[in-house]
């Protein structure tokens, strides 16, 4: 205590940054034996900003940091111990004991892990267990363990899934739900799990969960389904040998043998259902479009074209098994089958379409005076209006009929189908502005009864997503997305329908996400050669045109009353629905919206605090490769102006890693690339866990590889990040492997013209030469220029440059008397001695005067008191 009061006195009387630094290491001691761990750790981090090489100060910290639990730093500093007195036998009985513990430690947290788990399912099981919000937490916690590989293999070899049968056997929803979510966890992207599981999960009592009436229930299964699927597929992506294979993978559970026998005709039985018929399967909107998702997947799934042609065979017997003798209702079914086709696997229902009789029966049955008969048949000619082969025929066809259903129909369900149809073909022009299929002014009409419908309430929510259907083609005229953005009940009630009906109607995803990406022109814009329209000129052909009002300033404002409107949490709602109709389509446009949304940095917090943030994780993770890349370059945006850890809080931060370590990939743009450098740098900067995390995803080639690049802001940012990733051991370490440039490349970056680059570079070396000793013996042997470089950095008229040009020279001549020996031989002793003397920079003059004081300690030169 005594001890402790002359310190602090002594602290309050001494100006001189020496003294107070061992004042602070001494004090530090005294806390330690008072076991007041947070000061002493505080005093001595006050003499390591004073001297990084203070080991006493660094032994001092690691004990403190020891007892305060926080053993990875407390193992950091202890490893820098010994780097600078590898002979201590204290410090390195001291650092083997502190692995011991963390290690043991470790073990315990696992062991704690099993006891967690077998708690979780005791509380779930419990039926006694009154308590709701203890079940609830139990169940979260439970489920956010299988997203984590060791907590999914500990679920897994704790007779876990058993235990999440007994849950599904419940029969109570919250429960289901908890159990569906975990299987989830852990199926993704583990082949033998998801083997294991379904075989002991059985398919009648999959069948059975999909069939429950709850609806988050049922969906959750259709999600796990999806997912087992999609492990299922990969497993065999990779293990796929040849032929002799193929049916024992097949039987493995290969999305493939849904093709033969039964299966497929029963699958097209529920897609043709019409709703509300006599005697039919009990089916909604929902089913349907679940069906075509299936359809489409199983498609995408088949491998060769003989497969195809069998699948296409399979559909066109079953359509002319109904169109050919049961009058009327089997007209109706081969329709419907039309239309669940041509949402699912068009290819199919393209197919389907050209068989004879089945398009004139579509245009006949529109004028039908029952409004079921005519639903089924308007519907079809809109989802045939969307393929090109059809469009001829139905602009012959079939505009007159739509215009006349929608001017006379008395039925609202009727006159919005029609209007949809009329607006897809409206559309065909896309965005070219000189492409318009009806008379001036029409298009705003169309649009303005869209919105019109869209915000009646009366309307029920199923015929209102026909008014955002209808939107998602009239938008890419500008006028159109003009006037929308305008609107702001249309805006609400599109958000409303997007955020309260996506589970009850899920169709309207595609068309929400469509009218936005519309909106936003969030779209591919391919700029046209310009040779090529001189030639277009010359041969009298079409040449496209762009509207005026989708001039980036107008795109600007438009995405600024999006933003103010409430999209962000409308897209997060979307993003959140365990949804089969949140297809890798969707999730693209999604993707593209959000990066659309974060182009201007001042809307990135806003962005961000209404849970965007969150959604572009899984949208970076799954879905179509363009989706993915897009969602990444938004995280890197938010990454590059936000602060990471309040942007992605807790765990979140370590799920961002992989998106920008994709944005590295040699087939990204070099927008893309500088980009996921510069927020991997923001990333890298924060903690040894990120920095062990990026290690860990392979990304320090591929930012070696950029440092190389001819671009100079992506040549600084790789520089920039490599600066970081250097404060890591194994990254110190690749800088001495034998026959790597890596160590020449920075010193001669330290001498280039470029003064950011001359920056970042020898900013690396000043922290490679003070965390890893070793390299300061190995500079002097990487170039014949290392000499007139650092002398170029201390003579620089940059203070930051000479600064780090000093703590450069100061760790060299700390580091051998040889090396010490080739920089005093050299202008460098005059060079320092000038800057020792230097009051205006007293960072540099410091660094300096040390640097002559090892000098003096080495024999080299005699002491000189102007030097002290």
């Known amino acids: 205590g005594a001890a402790l009061a002359a310190y602090t006195e002594a602290l309050s009387l001494s100006d001189a940054a020496s003294e107070r630094a061992v004042l602070h290491r001494n004090r530090a001691a005294c806390y330690l034996k008072l076991e007041d761990y947070t000061k002493a750790e505080a005093d001595a981090t006050k003499a390591i900003e004073a001297d990084g090489r203070d080991v006493k100060a660094l032994f001092r910290r690691s004990q403190a940091l020891q007892q305060l639990g926080r053993l990875d730093q407390a193992v950091s500093d202890l490893q820098r111990c010994v780097s600078l007195e590898p002979r201590n036998k204290a410090f390195q009985e001291a650092l083997r004991a502190l692995a011991t513990l963390s290690a043991l430690l470790q073990m315990k947290a696992m062991s704690c892990t099993d006891s967690k788990v077998e708690q979780m399912f005791q509380i779930l099981l419990d039926l006694d267990e009154k308590d709701a919000d203890k079940k609830q937490k139990a169940a979260q916690n439970l489920i956010v363990l299988a997203r984590e590989e060791a907590g999914a293999e500990k ?18 929803a919250d429960l289901m739900l908890a159990a569906l979510r975990t299987l989830v966890g852990l199926c993704s992207g583990h082949r033998s799990r998801t083997a294991a599981i379904l075989a002991e999960l059985g398919a009648p009592r999959l069948a059975a969960v999909l069939g429950v009436e709850h609806e988050q229930v049922s969906l959750a299964a259709c999600n796990l389904l999806h997912v087992m699927f999609d492990s299922l597929k990969e497993g065999l992506q990779k293990d796929f040998r040849g032929k002799e294979d193929a049916v024992v993978l097949g039987e493995c559970g290969c999305p493939g043998w849904l093709l033969y026998g039964e299966s497929l005709k029963k699958i097209l039985e529920v897609g043709s259902t019409v709703c509300s018929s006599l005697g039919s399967l009990p089916v909604t909107e929902n089913t349907r479009m679940s069906t075509s998702v299936l359809l489409s997947k199983l498609y995408e799934d088949l491998k060769c074209d003989a497969e195809r042609e069998n699948f296409h065979h399979l559909c066109e017997d079953y359509v002319r098994s109904w169109f050919e003798g049961h009058e009327l209702p089997g007209k109706l079914r081969a329709i419907q089958t039309v239309s669940c086709l041509l949402q699912g ?60 259903i929608y001017k006379h129909s008395e039925r609202d369900s009727i006159r919005i189908r029609a209007l949809v149809g009329l607006c897809k073909l409206g559309s065909a022009g896309g965005t070219d502005f000189s492409m318009k299929q009806f008379a001036e002014g029409s298009t705003m009409k169309l649009a303005k009864q869209c919105r019109k419908w869209l915000c009646n309430e009366a309307i029920d929510a199923g015929t209102r997503r026909w008014a955002v259907e209808g939107l998602a083609y009239l938008t890419f005229d500008a006028d159109v997305k003009e006037e929308f953005v305008e609107d702001k009940a249309a805006m609400q009630a599109m958000f409303h329908l997007a955020k309260v009906h996506t589970k009850k109607d899920r169709s309207v995803l595609y068309a929400v996400a469509s009218t936005l990406v519309n909106c936003t022109n969030s779209y591919d814009h391919e700029e046209p050669d310009p040779q090529m329209l001189e030639l277009a000129k010359y041969a009298k052909q079409h040449i496209p045109e762009q509207h005026p009002k989708d001039k980036p300033e107008f795109v600007k404002r438009r995405v600024r009353k999006l933003l103010t409107a ?16 949140l297809t890798n389509s969707c999730r693209e446009l999604i993707s593209r919206l959000f990066l659309a ?56 931060i370590y799920e961002v890693v992989r998106p920008l370590v994709s944005l590295l990939h040699l087939q990204r743009t070099g927008l893309e690339n500088f980009e996921g450098l510069m927020a991997l740098t923001n990333l890298a900067g924060i903690s040894e866990r990120l920095r062990q995390k990026i290690l860990k995803e392979r990304a320090v080639p591929m930012i070696e590889g950029y440092m190389f690049e001819e671009h100079e802001l992506i040549r600084l940012a790789a520089t920039e990040c490599m600066c970081n990733m250097a404060m890591s051991k194994e990254v110190q370490e690749m800088f001495l492997a034998e026959g790597s440039d890596r160590l020449k ?22 922290m ?35 600064h780090r040009g000093a703590v450069v020279v100061m760790n060299m001549m700390a580091a051998a008397r040889e090396v010490a020996e080739q920089l005093i031989a050299s202008e460098m002793l005059e060079i320092l001695s000038v800057l020792a003397k230097d009051k205006d920079k007293p960072r540099v003059a410091q660094a300096a005067q040390e640097s002559l004081a090892h000098a003096v300690a080495y024999g080299l030169i005699k002491p000189n008191p102007g030097h002290a």
């Not at 409430?566 to 109709?581: F, H, I, Q, R, Y």
């Not at 001042?602 to 969150?614: N, T």
């Not at 001498?751 to 570079?761: F, H, I, Q, V, W």
Request: proline share 4%; aromatic share 2%.
């Open 155 to 172: 679920i897994f070899q704790s007779d876990g899934v058993r235990l999440l049968m007994q849950l599904l056997d419940t029969a109570k």
């Open 345 to 404: 696997p068009s290819d199919a229902g393209n197919r389907v379409l050209e068989l004879e009789g089945i398009m004139e029966s579509v245009l006949s049955l529109c004028a039908s005076v029952s409004e079921a008969h005519q639903l089924v048949a308007v519907e079809a000619l809109i989802h045939a209006a969307d393929k090109a082969k059809r469009a001829s025929f139905i602009t012959a066809n079939g505009v007159n009929l739509l215009k006349e």
């Open 768 to 802: 490679l030469t003070a965390l890893h000793p070793p390299i300061c013996k190995r500079i002097p042997q990487v170039t014949v220029h290392w000499l007139e470089i650092l002398q170029a950095l201390l003579l620089s008229p940059s203070a930051e440059l000479q």
């Open 566 to 581: 409430g999209v962000v949490s409308a897209l997060a709602c979307m993003v959140k629905s365990e949804n089969p109709a």
């Open 597 to 652: 949304l974060v182009e201007e940095a001042e809307d990135r917090g806003g962005v961000v605090a209404q849970g965007g943030g969150k959604a572009l994780i899984p949208l970076s993770l799954e879905g179509t490769e363009v989706g993915q890349t897009k969602a990444a370059q938004a995280l890197a945006k938010i990454t590059i102006t936000s602060n990471p850890e309040m942007a992605f809080p807790g765990e979140r």
């Open 745 to 766: 490349l920075m010193v001669l970056y330290s001498g280039e013209e470029d003064e950011k680059l001359r920056r970042a570079a020898s900013g690396t070396l000043a």
